[in-house]
């Protein structure tokens, strides 16, 4: 995209979210400095952004690895919701070896994450059944067990409330700096991030990958594995949802708990592609979209702004760029 | 100029789509009471001459004139209002409902609301009407036979009782005793006083069906004559374009290369899926080429994908001696296969990776980490060595020209030397000199050792290929003919005829 494109997604995006706020009877002009101090004014602040990150910056790397191989996974909310249960399962059978605990999730998340992907990968390469359609039954599916488990098998027995039990204090990944809620959940995020694109880009296998996901048939008459590419991106992509629950647990919340997300999933497809279905975009506008969600309440509390208003502005930025993009119809 | 006796007429109709003049000045007549052939070659305009007639398109100049009144341009609801009605080269029909349903959808005077017991009466009545054998009113269009799903679309449009029918290839998809019956249909129709417009590439079927027609080349109209007045061979050398072509410089040949040697490619008992006639017996030695020559829709577009690994097939494939199994490209390039497809913009080429990209796509250089350098440099080179024109390696596959997308191609597939080169239509859509430039290279390849199968549907490609040739009409491959026969035996063979 050219760079006046950009400009003008940026500017439709500000102009539009600016006539959101004077319609809630606020300042722009405040509000948008409420929610830059809630988002990065202070260490807290920049902590938050980057906590809630982690996940989005990951499921965003999932979309991205499984777009482009033109797998269309819409279940990294399911897988991401797998990784956390995994996660809660695991962690806690460690109670006094806090490495053997985070080892375990950090093993467990990810695994869970394929295996959730994996029935979605086989019917659509065995029986045809679209992915899109697939996965987002199986985001249900997910939900549900997350719901069945913390009222079961994994119930906390001596809490009040359906939670599972949590992994010991010294398990948790401690934060970065004093004060903040960053962990190193996030470096490794970026660090998976920062391979993705590499792969991508410099390695046989990513030019594999690219040309599987843009021209399938071409891909398949020239000998690539088609097959086995598309169905290693389908669950390498659940892999690093289900890592990006994992971590949810292993830094923030240390259970499992109903509703466990609000959707860090499809936010994350959001994300991957605002930042045009490439690992670095994807990972910026997630880093935007934590930022966001981290100054909202900031936003409510110094300008009057209903804090849902922030979680509008990522979807009108990709309704811009989409627009931008789009152009007229053929014909 | 005017016909006033015409039941459709078309007038200096002119189409371009943007910088392809598709129609540039074409004339349609039709009678009242006739059975209308319109032949031309691939690309000549017949398709967007008809989607005139109809009202789908809109011409850039020109008139239609239906019973000599004017129709308003671009005005489908006019156009079926006046009594056209075009049945399209690929059915519209709702393959998941049933067939029942197909009919009362495409029924104008169908009522809002029917019961069941209506539309179930609605196929049998026009059964009995029409006399085509329409399958039970409950099936699903999708599982009935092609056959029987042309007869559906037929009866659809008749339903109306169109004063003009016309029908865009209708028989590519019949046998032999499906064509009859059609025909025997539309007979019984323009005796009536209703006149049917025939689009067919086979010139036996206009010889024994029609009573005149039309020939378009490029866009213009080139013969309008009635069929008692006019040969097979005076209108197949019309459509191959005349005698011109015969003087024309022949190929260099390539030189089979003597001693016994396993065949670079031996097919037994092949059938591709969607193929319709016999299964295909034949073998390309090592060192020579081998040209399947065929209008469209007879099949050897698909022996080629087939043998590719890329259209699922039955029957046994062997390259150099080693059996691939059908419909496994990787087994197929494990055995020293290499493949030009039909459409190469989408089996051939990757159009949003670069060229450099595209031609290393298997192995680039570099074990783990491509060696970009390295990958800059060999592809630079042989960009140059195949004479692909474009702004360096670093340039997006999808920018190029027709013309050098395929020499791009033919860079990746001919090196490293192949076995066997399966070549789907390779210069369609070229111009001469690229054609030219292309066929060069696969004589080349031929000369240099590999086995060389060619698909075409252009008997003067085959002809310059100077390779034998073998006929496939319907899925059934005629004897290998020397690259010495006459455009007009090929043609006739094309059309389905023996000499």
Request: glycine fraction near 12%.
């Amino acid at each position: 995209m050219r760079p006046a494109a950009v400009a003008a997604v940026a500017a439709g995006t500000l102009a539009a979210a600016a006539l959101l706020v004077l319609a809630a009877g606020a300042s722009p002009a405040d509000a948008f400095v409420a929610l830059l101090r809630g988002a990065v004014g202070s260490s807290a602040a920049l902590g938050e952004t980057l906590a809630r990150s982690t996940g989005l910056v990951l499921t965003a790397l999932g979309a991205v690895v499984a777009f482009r191989a033109g797998v269309l996974n819409i279940g990294l909310e399911g897988q991401f919701l797998a990784g956390a249960a995994a996660a809660a399962a695991a962690g806690p059978l460690f109670p006094d070896a806090p490495l053997a605990a985070r080892a375990a999730v950090l093993l467990a998340a990810p695994l869970a994450g394929a295996l959730q992907a994996a029935p979605a990968a086989w019917l659509a390469e065995r029986r045809q059944v679209p992915a899109v359609l697939s996965t987002i039954l199986l985001n249900l599916v997910a939900a549900a067990g997350v719901t069945w488990l913390v009222r079961g098998p994994l119930r906390d027995p001596s809490g009040d409330y359906p939670q599972s039990r949590a992994l010991a204090d010294a398990a948790l990944l401690p934060p970065l700096a004093g004060g903040s809620r960053a962990t190193a959940a996030i470096l490794l995020a970026l660090l998976l991030a920062a391979a993705g694109a590499f792969l991508l880009a410099r390695t046989p296998l990513g030019l594999a990958l690219r040309a599987v996901g843009e021209a399938p048939r071409a891909a398949r008459a020239a000998g690539l594995p088609d097959v086995g590419l598309r169905v290693g991106a389908f669950l390498s992509s659940g892999a690093l949802a289900g890592l990006a629950g994992g971590l949810e647990v292993l830094a923030v919340t240390g259970r499992l708990y109903d509703p466990f997300t609000a959707g860090v999933g499809y936010t994350g497809i959001t994300a991957a592609l605002l930042g045009g279905m490439s690992t670095i975009g994807g990972a910026a506008s997630a880093l935007l979209f934590a930022a966001l969600g981290a100054g909202s309440s900031a936003l409510q509390r110094d300008a009057g702004v209903p804090s849902s208003l922030a979680s509008i502005v990522p979807a009108l930025a990709v309704l811009a760029l989409l627009l931008a993009r789009g152009g007229r119809r053929e014909r | 100029m005017s016909d006033p006796g015409a039941a459709l007429e078309l007038n200096g109709i002119r189409k371009a789509f943007g910088p392809v003049t598709a129609l540039d000045g074409a004339r349609l007549t039709i009678r009242p009471g006739e059975l209308h052939a319109l032949l031309g070659e691939n690309g000549a305009g017949k398709s967007t001459l008809v989607a005139i007639a109809a009202g789908l398109l809109r011409a850039d100049a020109g008139e239609v004139r239906r019973d000599g009144r004017l129709l308003p341009a671009a005005d489908a609801r006019a156009a079926r209002r006046a009594g056209i009605a075009l049945l399209p080269q690929h059915d519209l029909l709702v393959e998941a409902a049933t067939v029942a349903d197909n009919l009362a959808l495409l029924d104008p005077a169908a009522p809002l609301i029917e019961s069941a017991g209506a539309r179930r009466a609605r196929v049998l009545r026009l059964e009995g009407r029409l006399g085509l054998e329409l399958g039970p009113p409950g099936a699903r269009v999708g599982e009935l036979p092609v056959g029987v799903r042309q007869r559906i679309a037929v009866a659809a449009v008749l339903q109306s009782d169109p004063g003009v029918l016309v029908l865009d290839e209708p028989t590519a998809v019949l046998s032999p005793q499906e064509t009859s019956a059609l025909f025997r249909s539309l007979r019984a129709r323009v005796a009536t006083g209703r006149a049917v417009l025939l689009i067919t590439h086979r010139l036996a079927e206009v010889f024994e069906g029609a009573n005149r027609l039309t020939l378009l080349s490029r866009g213009r109209t080139l013969l309008e004559a009635e069929v008692s007045s006019t040969t097979p061979e005076a209108v197949g050398a019309l459509l191959l374009g005349g005698a011109e072509v015969s003087s024309r410089s022949r190929a260099l040949r390539p030189e089979p290369s003597d001693g016994e040697r396993l065949p670079a490619l031996a097919v037994e008992d092949l059938l591709p899926a969607g193929a319709t006639g016999p299964p295909a017996f034949f073998s390309v030695p090592a060192g020579t080429a081998l040209t399947l020559l065929a209008v469209d829709g007879n099949g050897a577009d698909l022996l080629g994908s087939a043998i590719a690994g890329v259209r699922p097939a039955r029957g046994r494939i062997r390259l150099a001696g080693r059996p691939v199994p059908p419909g496994d490209p990787r087994a197929f390039r494990a055995a020293g296969g290499a493949f030009i497809p039909a459409d190469r913009r989408a089996e051939g080429l990757v159009p949003g990776l670069s060229l450099a990209e595209n031609l290393f796509l298997r192995r680039p250089p570099g074990r783990f980490v491509i060696d970009r350098a390295a990958l800059a440099a060999a592809a630079d080179e042989r960009l140059r060595r195949f004479g692909v024109r474009a702004r360096g390696p670093g340039a997006e596959a999808g920018e190029l020209s027709g013309g050098n997308q395929q020499k791009l191609l033919l860079a990746r597939e001919l090196e490293p030397l192949p076995r066997l080169l399966v070549a789907v239509h390779p210069t369609r859509g070229l111009d001469l000199a690229s054609s030219s430039d292309v066929r060069a290279r696969l004589l080349d390849a031929a000369r240099a050792g590999a086995g060389v199968l060619v698909a075409t549907a252009d008997p003067e490609e085959a002809l310059e290929l100077g390779a034998p040739i073998r006929v496939v009409y319907r899925g059934a491959l005629s004897p290998p003919l020397a690259a010495t026969t006459t455009l007009a035996e090929l043609g006739l063979r094309m059309a389905g005829l023996e000499p």
